[in-house]
């Protein structure tokens, strides 16, 4: 740049991305030099203020949305009052370890449900289609702000990891408490209070939670809750969704893939991949992927089979998986049609159960090697993987859905020839992965994004169907707490 060392102030990493689409690996990395001038790198930290003579509004679940809705409502001079089914972040990660030890489900406590929602023991993967840059900037600031890495503020990627998250999460509720807002624990709640077409608050068994306004944030796993709803007329409306298996790989053989290369290069993460491909006008498609990752259980009651992923900050685990799932329409639905808006919840329920009678119980998982599902055969072993309540051989391409298993055998077979060497019997096929999203959604206005029916509850994050992942739930949570400041007085 024709400069002098000397008038080098500062060098600040702006964003990195890694262009692995030649032999020839790059590491893109922008800078921001500071020639002659002071550096002004210093991330804008929030204020929460005291709240807890303030109005109070119900926040329920506390997920990512839930969690960034209370931390915005302090902010704008509200009290968050959180109300969490489940357990605090330490004990729930007792229940998790027991789940993968005896395959018993506890209803309130696992991987969907617990201080963090679903997001807590997961990838951690913070990337998200969504075009507003600048609010998932503040979403990636706060996680800084409450202990993660700043490099999440840089990467193109980025991700925190299970091992990270909990504490990330115990520090977001301490500013909450600390605020004067409230979180309380084993607190499912199990009915709204209506009186005369006007929402007053909510129950969790006998004893009333009333509040200005109610955040309805309690995930796509709450079927319980759909049902609640339905059962109480809040109008609630089906929609599509996805659903197929988990797919794992050795991680060296993806590394060969995406990176061309014998062995991954020391300074090159484990490398993940994205597929898409239509079949028969419905999209197959990966997803979650989680390189370096495990294959974890993730139903939400005994005699359900539920797999999803998850890993390390690290990511250092031998194995790659991901989520390879087919679109679902309401065509699939027909058999279930008598359940009304409720079809969708009750197909993905039936599948869990099959593939829980197909994994012999315990949680263990349905499994086939990747060529013998596209093949149509029984594969005679399993090849090592990572899940830890184990796997059991068994015929998925027979017995899941032929609008799914026909379309998935096709989509592996194109990922083949996009990816050679991605189809191969060292992979593993598990079933099923049924919750990547909402089957439902709890409709709200485009403006007020208040419920049509009350004008104080407020769907939001991806149980409620505007969210689907932790960075645009806890976007969409925000959204939600900037609302209600409009419309309520403080
Ligand atoms: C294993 C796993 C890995 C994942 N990995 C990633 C990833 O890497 N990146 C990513 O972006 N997304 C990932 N996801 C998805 C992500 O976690 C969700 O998209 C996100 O958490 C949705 O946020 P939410 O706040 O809308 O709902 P949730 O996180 O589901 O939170 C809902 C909360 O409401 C509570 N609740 C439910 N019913 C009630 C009730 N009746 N009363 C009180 N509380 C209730 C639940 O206990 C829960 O805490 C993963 C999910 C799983 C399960």
Known sequence: MGVSPEQINHIGVVRQSIDARKKQ????????????EVPDEHRSIRQYQKVEQAKS????????????????????????????RGKAVS?????????????SIPPDSNYAFGEGGAGTFSDGKL??????????????????????????????????GTNLLPRIIQNIRKTITDSGGEVHFNSRMTGLSIEKDVLKGVYVGEKLF??????????????????????????IEAKDFAMGVRVEHPQTLIDQI??????????????????????????VYSFCMCPGGFIVPAATQDGECVVNGMSASKRDSKFANSGMVVQIT??????????????????????????????GGAQKAPAQRLVDFVEGRLSTDLPECSYHPGIVSSNLHQWLPKSIGSRLREG????????????????????????????????????????????????????????????????DGERVAEQIAQIFDK
Do not use: W
């Not at 790059?26 to 002659?36: E, F, G, H, P, T």
């Not at 990176?259 to 999209?283: F, H, M, N, W």
């Not at 996009?418 to 096929?429: E, I, S």
């Open 91 to 103: 004990e729930r990660k007792r229940d998790l370890a027991q789940i993968n030890r005896n395959g």
């Open 210 to 235: 009333e509040g200005e306004a109610v955040i309805l944030a309690t995930g796509h796993s709450a079927r319980d809750v759909y049902r609640m709803l339905h059962k109480q007329n809040v109008e």
């Open 258 to 283: 995406q990176y061309t290369c014998t062995i991954r290069d020391e300074y090159l993460p484990a490398a993940s991949y994205s597929l898409v491909v239509q079949v028969k006008q419905r999209g």
């Open 25 to 36: 690996v790059k590491i893109n990395v922008s800078l921001k030099i500071y020639i002659d």
């Open 412 to 475: 592996f077979k194109i990922f083949g020839q996009k990816m050679p060497g991605y189809l191969t019997n060292q992979a593993v096929v598990l079933g099923v992965e049924s919750r990547t999203s909402s089957p439902i959604r709890i409709p709200r206005d485009k403006i007020m994004l208040s419920h049509p029916q009350f004008k104080n509850l407020f769907p939001s994050g991806e149980g409620a169907g505007y969210a689907g992942g932790i960075v645009s739930a806890a976007v």
């Open 127 to 160: 990337y998200t289609r969504s075009k507003k840059r600048g609010d998932v900037g503040r979403i990636l600031e706060i996680l800084t702000q409450h202990g993660a890495d700043e490099k999440i503020l840089v990467d193109a990627h980025p991700h925190i």
């Open 57 to 84: 509004i119900i926040v329920v679940g506390s997920g990512p949305a839930g969690l960034f809705a209370a931390l915005r409502l302090i902010e704008l001079g509200f009290k968050p009052i959180v109300l969490e």
């Open 330 to 359: 309401q065509d699939d639905l027909q058999p279930y049609a008598s359940h009304g808006v409720l079809a969708g919840l009750e197909y993905q329920q039936a599948l869990e159960h099959m593939a829980f009678e197909h994994g």
